[in-house]
């Protein structure tokens, strides 16, 4: 029987969070897509339960997410494991870079309440 792997993809953003780099030079984006970083039993149960979590947040200063909470217009469920687990990989990533800019300026806003939504897929 064949083996599949799981992995988080992110399905729902602030536009700026593309642009925003971590710390580490990677964006939060890449880094929820990261196997390395997800595990595969993670992801699998996304994909098995077909979960989709939006959390929001703020940047601190310091680079370091606060302030999390359910985006309940794009989440379908109340789980706390599926809330759990996506909760503890963004309070695990590296500080963002609030110094991060484009052609437009900086990017970072203090204040601001920033987006980011996954759901699991299976990948052959």
């Not at 984006?29 to 098995?48: C, G, Q």
């Not at 989709?52 to 302030?67: C, N, P, R």
């Not at 217009?73 to 110094?99: G, M, Q, R, W």
């Given at each position: 029987?064949?083996?599949?792997?799981?992995?988080?993809?992110?399905?729902?953003?602030?536009a700026?969070?593309?642009?925003?780099?971590?710390?580490?030079?990677?964006?939060?984006t890449?880094?929820?897509?990261d196997?390395?970083?997800?595990?595969?039993?993670d992801?699998?149960l996304?994909?098995v339960?077909?979960w989709?979590?939006?959390l929001?947040?703020?940047?601190a200063?310091?680079g370091?997410?606060?302030?999390?909470?359910?985006?309940?217009?794009?989440?379908?469920?109340?789980d706390?494991?599926?809330l759990s687990?996506?909760?503890?990989?963004?309070?695990?990533?590296?500080?963002f870079?609030?110094t991060?800019?484009?052609?437009?300026?900086?990017i970072?806003?203090?204040?601001k309440?920033?987006?980011l939504?996954v759901?699991?897929?299976?990948?052959?």
């Amino acid at each position: 029987m064949k083996e599949f792997r799981f992995e988080l993809q992110v399905d729902y953003r602030t536009a700026d969070l593309c642009i925003l780099k971590l710390a580490n030079g990677q964006s939060i984006t890449k880094y929820i897509e990261d196997p390395k970083i997800i595990s595969n039993d993670d992801a699998r149960l996304y994909y098995v339960r077909v979960w989709l979590v939006t959390l929001m947040f703020k940047i601190a200063e310091s680079g370091e997410i606060y302030d999390i909470q359910v985006y309940k217009k794009h989440t379908n469920t109340n789980d706390n494991t599926a809330l759990s687990i996506f909760k503890t990989y963004l309070e695990n990533a590296p500080k963002f870079d609030v110094t991060t800019s484009n052609a437009s300026g900086v990017i970072w806003k203090p204040n601001k309440t920033y987006k980011l939504g996954v759901r699991g897929i299976k990948i052959n």
